[in-house]
């Protein structure tokens, strides 16, 4: 099965995002959370300020990208269960789902036998379906992914770009 490509570079050239989504997507998820700043550095209201103009703006996000990784991520995952906990049609179904599928696994291949009724795998999986698809787009998952997306991009790129660098880091760029 080929994976799909998607053009992060048409997406991320104007920020030059690129090179720091290829070091989250290369890093493992233990890896991730092991340079987890602390929330007090993360949310250090002292270095919030309005950035002078564009080049300000892309300078800090590159920078607070690679820096606040692991806690952009966290963020992000924060904003994920907050979205299924908004959503329970949507949790549930998952859920549903997911206990299905392990039920009917658990069978070993065999039919699920009843007193009254005999089925087959193929026809849970059926059910399961019928079952799943319906509840699924009335849930709205189109929404939910859209709602994160957009919460997540604003918290994340607003962060980026509001929160100043450090001084020292601020001083050795000039000097060099």
Not at 7 to 34: K, W
Not at 50 to 69: D, T
Not at 103 to 111: E, F, P, S, T
Request: cysteine-free; aromatic content about 10%.
């Amino acid at each position: 099965m080929t994976r799909i490509q998607i053009p992060l570079e048409a997406l991320t050239s104007r920020l030059n995002l690129g090179s720091q989504l290829e070091g989250v997507r290369s890093q493992s998820l233990s890896t991730s959370f092991a340079n987890l700043r602390p929330i007090s550095e993360f949310l250090n209201l002292s270095r919030l300020s309005k950035p002078a103009g564009f080049g300000k703006v892309q300078s800090r996000v590159n920078y607070n990208l690679g820096y606040f990784s692991s806690n952009y991520v966290a963020v992000a995952i924060m904003l994920l269960i907050y979205s299924l906990l908004t959503n329970l049609t949507l949790l549930f179904d998952i859920i549903f789902v997911g206990v299905g599928l392990f039920a009917i696994k658990k069978l070993d291949g065999r039919d699920l036998e009843l007193g009254f009724a005999r089925a087959t795998t193929s026809q849970l999986y059926t059910g399961l379906f019928v079952i799943a698809v319906p509840l699924f787009i009335w849930a709205n998952p189109i929404g939910s992914a859209l709602w994160l997306v957009g919460a997540t991009g604003v918290s994340i790129l607003g962060h980026a770009s509001f929160m100043d660098k450090p001084i020292d880091t601020a001083f050795s760029e000039e000097a060099v």
